[in-house]
Antibody, heavy 116, light 107 residues
């Protein structure tokens, strides 16, 4: 059974930093691209970042470029999202996603709240 | 960036009836189009990819059609568990983009 389990969410002040982790199991992690997709409260879905199976790419939405960094550790079956210079508009539920271009598996999400 | 526009925003349907949801792309995305269902408090789940290919576990009452810029998701006979929000996503061009969603509610 494929499982994606996010951790690291929380409350952070504007300008602060946070690192999300996603532990994957149930599939050959190193064979697949991974992504982060976010959903602001009551809003739709926004693709944030993707990383290839070997760590190449990566790709970022314009709204987070220069502030967020995606990385992965294939030995730990884990993908990360380092977030810096956080803004109120980054407040969202961040989903870890198995990336085939489309998402075939989603985590349950990590809530990030940016507020003073 | 390709803009995905879904219509209607809300669809009121009685159980057992047919529902038709539309998704339009601002430029051609070929058949690189996926549909997701999101129930309240849940993560999205994949229903269809490649415009018309049902994902593993997607009931046969869900069907997708279209190519280029016009796409449709049809639910042939709505069940109680189908009342949810549905999103389309194009993955033909980076950045991949989602529609704003269609909420299917009980009439």
């Amino acid at each position: 059974e494929v499982q994606l389990v996010e951790s690291g969410g929380g409350l952070v002040q504007p300008g602060g930093s946070l690192r999300l982790s996603c532990a994957a199991s149930g599939f050959t992690f190193s064979s697949y691209a991974m992504a982060w997709v976010r959903q602001a409260p009551g809003k739709g879905l926004q693709w944030v970042s993707s990383i290839s199976r070997s760590g190449g790419g990566p790709y970022y939405a314009d709204s987070v470029k220069g502030r967020f960094t995606i990385s992965r550790d294939n030995s730990k079956n884990t993908v990360y999202l380092q977030m810096k210079s956080l803004r109120a508009e980054d407040t969202a539920l961040y989903y870890c996603a198995k990336d085939l271009g489309f998402v075939d598996y989603w985590g349950q999400g990590a809530l990030v709240t940016v507020s003073s | 960036e390709i803009v995905m526009t879904q219509s209607p925003a809300t669809l009121s349907v009685s159980p057992g009836e047919r529902a038709t949801l539309s998704c339009r792309a601002s430029q051609s995305v070929s058949s690189n189009l996926a549909w997701y269902q999101q129930s309240p408090g849940q993560a999205p789940s994949l229903l269809i990819h490649a415009a018309s290919t049902r994902a593993t576990g997607t009931p046969a009452r869900f069907s997708g059609s279209g190519s280029g810029t016009e796409f449709t998701l049809t639910i042939s006979s709505l069940q109680s568990e189908d009342f949810a929000v549905y999103y389309c996503q194009q993955y033909n061009n980076w950045p991949t983009t989602f529609g704003q969603g269609t909420k299917v509610e009980i009439k």
